[in-house]
């Protein structure tokens, strides 16, 4: 059995107000030229098919073209929603997808066994088994307690993970011959020691659904995960990995190589996981200096309009402000096939706040746990003092998203 493993499209998101709709073209594209050439038996989409909860009329398009044409090329498709997509949503059209392969685990279901996808081959025999986790709210795995601490909610968080993948584990020993059919586990989550970008967002508040291998039932032969955008194994796993976004959701991602992992199974076992990089359609360059070398950096910059237009975010250190600074970088490519999407500024010789502090990362890309353990730390709050402010500060944050819900 052979599976492509792709996460985190974010199709309709915007960049600085740009859309992203051509880079996302292309790149299913290329991914139902993928799916042709090499012959795939399943596709999956780990999580954050979209952008927001409700996406523009053009990414519902481009993800139900995608799905039309991709029924063409493998025999089935199984998708799981993200922090970023609504369940609801997602979930609408799954019986009449289901009738042409296109398995929709939008959110939590009731039953544990809507979760377990079979794979089938043209013959229609049952060649590989997916527990089709999609992203796991709080309410789906544990239960409010009163006078909980937060470190009691962390564990209680962690551990209803866990149990939800051992329960799923066990549920498919108990249905099929695991011996000989291949078991993959599919997730949206953040597992400890990934490294991230400024696109993402905690899933759970204070990152409490942080988990390690240890989650994973041994019984799956791959884990394939989303949510975060840059590739990498968990705990150096061979069979657990994040396959990263397809394409830069924003300026720390634009050295990331972007790909998606093709998963190989012989006699119901991984046999081979190789990494199919994705061609870059658009350059996102973040160029820092004094004004001189933000100049040079610039003047080099290509001219020709026969490639997608170069997205820019331009940081100039100054002795002291300058009015017309975001003009005068904007004139410097006026001739160029480039776009400053981003103008930034840092001052030499001043006392550094908090946004200087945290250094190539802006303070408007920050996560707001971020800002506020820095601001504890720049007042010197005691150990004890800074535990309970996090905990108000996070029952904070979970209100204000339930608000959004």
């Known amino acids: ?26 790149f299913l594209q290329w991914l139902l030229e993928t799916l042709k050439v090499e012959k795939v038996d399943a596709l999956i989409v780990a999580g954050d098919v979209f952008d927001v909860h409700n996406p523009p009329n053009y990414a519902r398009k481009q993800y139900y073209n995608f799905l039309r044409k991709a029924i063409g090329y493998c025999n089935n498709v199984i998708i799981t929603g993200g922090n970023h997509d609504s369940p609801r949503n997602l979930d609408a059209p799954k019986e009449l997808l289901e009738y042409l392969r296109v398995h929709v685990v939008g959110g939590c279901p009731e039953d544990l066994k809507d979760e377990v996808i079979e794979v089938k081959d043209e013959n229609n025999k049952v060649i590989g088994v997916v527990a089709a986790v ?37 549920h498919i020993a108990a249905e099929y011959d695991t011996s000989k059919l291949p078991i993959i586990a599919v997730g949206h989550l953040f597992a400890a020691g990934s490294i991230t970008s400024d696109s993402e967002k905690d899933i759970h508040i204070g990152n409490q659904g942080k988990v390690t291998a240890e989650t994973f039932s041994e019984m799956f032969d791959y884990v394939a995960l989303g949510h975060i955008h840059k590739p990498q194994k968990v705990n150096k796993l061979e069979h657990i990995r994040y396959c990263g976004s397809p394409i830069p959701l924003s300026f720390t991602e634009h050295k990331d190589d972007k790909q998606v992992l093709l998963v190989d199974f012989e006699r119901g076992k ?13 350059k996102l360059i973040r160029v820092k200096g004094d004004i001189d070398k933000v100049t040079q950096r610039l003047m080099v910059l290509e001219t020709s309009d026969d490639k997608p237009t170069t997205w820019l975010e331009v940081q ?39 946004d200087e502090e945290m250094g190539d990362v802006s303070l408007d890309d920050l996560k707001p746990m971020e800002v506020f353990l820095k601001r504890c730390d720049s007042r010197n709050v005691g150990e004890e003092q800074q535990k309970e402010l996090v905990n108000t500060f996070n029952e904070l944050l979970e209100w204000m998203d339930g608000e959004k819900d």
């Open 1 to 26: 059995m052979k599976i492509l493993h792709t996460a985190d499209w974010h199709l309709g998101q915007r960049l600085c107000d740009f859309d992203r709709q051509a880079e996302h073209d292309h």
């Open 134 to 170: 999609p992203f796991l709210q709080e309410r789906d795995i544990r239960k409010a307690v009163a006078g909980e601490s937060y470190e009691e909610r962390v564990e209680r968080t962690q551990k209803g993970i866990f149990n939800h993948y051992h329960s799923l584990g066990e």
């Open 270 to 282: 991984l046999s081979d996981i190789r990494i199919l990089p994705i061609p870059n359609y658009r």
């Open 316 to 354: 100039v250190e100054l002795e002291t402000f300058e009015v017309d600074l975001e003009h005068r970088v904007r004139k410097l490519v006026a001739d160029k096939n480039a776009t400053v999407l981003i103008t930034r500024t840092e001052y030499k010789n001043r006392i550094t706040g908090l």
